[in-house]
């Protein structure tokens, strides 16, 4: 009867470590700093966020992926797990950035603004620096984007033609691509 009970813990001991390491590769995996503590998630993995981010001096609001807390500041992270790409795309830093500005608006009392965001893509993790550099052009492109949401005519931008291929609005565009249709 010892041996059976020995047996069984060492059994159950043996499945935690196992359980334990296997919890540790994943979260390796997610990018997220070791020492990081998960403070916010819209993932619907959790329970459901009740409100947005929002800052009333930019007009902006969003809902980042994570916040994390790392030694006193708060960083935002972003996944994109479809994502393939040896360097992150501009408006995926730009949205990191953008998360970086609503969580110094609106959880900055008493912490300081994040001095970086963590966008995952499905085979790599980038380190975006929150420069001021970043901040101007975020900035400038809140701006731009107002000032285009009351022109009268805003061209589109086909910079990405995969994009434009696969865009709802292509049949009706008259600025389409030519794919070699």
């Not at 030694?71 to 995926?92: Q, Y």
């Not at 500005?101 to 790599?124: F, S, V």
């Not at 086909?158 to 794919?179: F, M, S």
Request: aromatic share 8%; with cysteine.
């Amino acid at each position: 009867m010892v041996s059976l009970l020995a047996a069984l813990f060492l059994l159950a001991l043996v499945s935690a470590l196992i359980l334990f390491a296997l919890a540790r590769a994943q979260r390796a995996r997610t990018g997220l700093p070791a020492s990081a503590r998960i403070i916010y998630a819209d993932t619907g993995a959790w329970k459901k966020v009740e409100r947005p981010l929002f800052s009333r001096r930019y007009a902006l609001s969003g809902k980042p992926d994570y916040i994390v807390e790392d030694g006193g500041s708060v960083i935002p992270v972003e996944v994109k797990p479809n994502r393939i790409a040896s360097a992150p795309r501009e408006s995926d830093v730009m949205q990191l950035a953008a998360y970086g500005l609503l969580i110094e608006e609106t959880l900055g009392q008493g912490r300081r603004a994040p001095p970086y965001g963590l966008l995952k893509y499905r085979d790599a993790v980038f380190q975006i620096d929150f420069t001021e550099a970043v901040r101007a052009q975020l900035v400038d492109l809140i701006d731009a984007i107002r000032r285009d949401a009351t022109a009268r005519y805003v061209a589109r931008s086909h910079a990405e033609p995969g994009r434009c291929r696969a865009c709802g609005y292509r049949d009706a565009c008259g600025q389409a691509l030519d794919d070699g249709k």
